[in-house]
């Protein structure tokens, strides 16, 4: 029993020693292998590896693939006319080189990013002081992360390179602080207004403008219907006079008794209108009885 516990126990051991000695590096990974806190080795291929356990030998592992880098602050920037910008911007990179990397960055991704956060902030303060914040926003936006992206570069492959690649700079939005975009806010907002105030007062004065043409317009075709309607109602009145004179001529009789009828008739022009008659001495009631013709009660009337 002792020595199947003592044949177990040894497995055990074997496995761990051996677990200890191997060690697995991903496709996305370096592999770094420290002896008594020095690099040894550098693991670039996937695959499984050998060292010796610790603590003569350790392992750590760094990202081998494309990093994107975020600006995280929201200080302000200065343009060449001295206006305060805030920039957002974005960085991608890798690390090419672990070794160097190690050496004068860090151990960790963080680290890094960290320092090269720095550099591209430093880097962006001086391009953005060259240009005025109209050449930021259009035609020299560009130029500025090109500038940028080869000043880091100039800075991580100095004399004591960085072991990374920039491959990337671009600026993703860019604005002027909190405080002054709202006083240009409502500056174009003031503007539109004016724009707006000014369209409505010409619409006004042209809108009197037409009303008064139209009101002058319909003022002289009444005037000119009322002008050819008189001068109508004139002719009619005279050809009509001039048929009643004629008629009139033919029977001067008739035309005074028929003068009578109108006489009558504008006397009852009105119900409150009473005219007392004596029918057996009235002409006009004569004719009507029969007794005489309309003639001689038209000469009588006029005797």
């Known amino acids: ?41 550098v693991i670039t291929e996937p695959g499984l590896n050998f060292k010796l356990p610790p603590p003569f030998q350790n392992v750590s592992y760094i990202d081998k693939r494309l990093l994107t880098l975020e600006t995280t602050d929201t200080e302000p920037l200065l343009s060449a006319e001295k206006q305060r910008v805030v920039i957002d911007w974005y960085v991608r990179w890798r690390i090419s080189e672990p070794t160097q990397y190690i050496r004068n960055v860090g151990l960790t991704e963080a680290d890094g990013a960290n320092q090269l956060n720095r550099v591209v902030r430093n ?18 936006r560009e130029a500025i992360t090109a500038a940028v992206k080869a000043e880091v570069l100039s800075k991580v ?40 105030n000014e369209l409505r007062s010409t619409g006004a004065a042209e809108g009197e403008k037409i009303r008064a043409d139209a009101d002058r317009q319909r003022e002289v075709t009444v005037a000119n219907a009322y002008r050819d309607a008189q001068k109508i109602k004139g002719e009619g009145d005279a050809e009509a006079a ?62």
């Not at 370096?30 to 008594?36: E, P, Q």
């Not at 671009?170 to 724009?195: F, H, W």
């Open 242 to 303: 001039r048929v009643y004179a004629e008629a009139f001529g033919r029977d001067p009789q008739f035309a005074q008794f028929y003068r009578s009828l109108d006489a009558y008739k504008a006397s009852f022009n009105k119900k409150s209108d009473v005219m007392v008659l004596d029918p057996a001495f009235s002409e006009f009631f004569k004719v009507f009885r029969g007794n005489v013709s309309p003639a001689a009660a038209a000469t009588s009337s006029k005797k």
């Open 123 to 140: 880097a962006f303060q001086e391009e953005i002081n060259k240009f005025t914040v109209k050449e930021l926003l259009s035609t020299k």
């Open 157 to 196: 492959k100095g004399s004591k390179p960085w072991g990374v690649d920039v491959v990337d700079v671009r600026i993703t939005r860019a604005d002027y602080v909190e405080a002054i975009t709202e006083s240009v806010y409502r500056r174009m907002e003031a503007e539109r207004k004016r724009v707006a």
């Open 1 to 41: 029993m002792n020595r199947l516990g003592f044949i177990f126990a040894s497995i055990l051991v074997v496995l761990a020693l051996a677990s200890s000695m191997l060690f697995v590096v991903d496709q996305r990974q370096f592999g770094v292998v420290y002896a008594l806190g020095q690099i040894k080795d």
